[in-house]
């Protein structure tokens, strides 16, 4: 299994900020994967964070709103630009181990007023 | 797109059997997971099916049938503890760790 770690755990932000959530994982993985969990709704990919190259968005996310950083094998962050409070949401970050195995960080709780 | 589905809600007692069924597009089709989800917690991993038949793991059990874009988790002797959401997540593709979501079943599991 994998141990992965978010910073913050929540925040409440003012709208037309930008908060930059952080993930760490004990281990090495060759991808990390952003998700979002509005509430009372299931969990949709946002992107996939490669290391050494840019993030892959999934339709209905751009990179000037959720730029994603990779530098190296066991850290990702994910910011959240210029919110609004449509962007209330839980963010989690997720990685794979083999292709049988995915296991998920424990969740940021943004609320954005 | 990715068409999931699976029921919003189910109940049943302590000691009970149930049955989550998900269905799901079969095009491309590369791997389905089941997660639990406890309010305010985040996924937990409960299982992996990329070829027919039964996974047994204790007390849960998932099911898969490419052919029919079908699958279910079965839970046996319910506790209380196991009121939860259950997602199911469906791969496609080669790309390992992208996930789509169904809307998850909300069990509730009564004494």
């Known amino acids: 299994s994998a141990v992965i770690s978010q910073k913050p755990s929540r925040d409440i932000c003012q709208r037309g900020t930008s908060l930059t959530i952080q993930c760490q994982v004990d281990?090495?993985?060759?991808?990390m994967f952003w998700y979002r969990q509005q509430p009372g709704q299931s969990l949709t990919l946002i992107a996939t964070a490669n290391q050494g190259s840019e993030a892959t968005y999934e339709s209905g996310f751009v990179i000037d709103k959720f730029p994603i950083s990779r530098p190296n094998l066991t850290f990702s962050t994910l910011t959240v630009s210029n919110m609004s409070p449509e962007d209330s949401s839980i963010y989690l970050c997720?990685?794979?181990?083999?292709?049988?195995?995915?296991?998920f960080g424990p969740g940021t709780r943004l609320t954005v007023l | 797109g990715q068409n999931i589905d699976q029921p919003t809600e189910m109940t049943a007692t302590e000691g009970a059997i149930v049955q989550i069924n998900c269905t799901y597009q079969t095009s491309g089709f590369n791997g389905l997971f089941w997660y639990q989800q406890h309010a305010g917690e985040a996924p937990t991993f409960l299982s992996y099916n990329v070829l027919d038949g039964l996974e047994e793991k204790g007390r849960f059990s998932s099911f898969l049938s490419r052919s029919k874009g079908y699958s279910y988790l079965l839970l046996k002797e319910l506790q209380m503890k196991d009121s939860a959401s259950y997602l199911c997540a469906v791969r496609w593709g080669s790309t390992l760790g992208r996930l789509y979501f169904g809307r998850g079943t909300q069990l509730t599991v009564w004494p």
């Open positions: 997720s990685v794979e181990l083999g292709s049988d195995t995915q296991y």
């Open positions: 281990s090495q993985v060759t991808m």
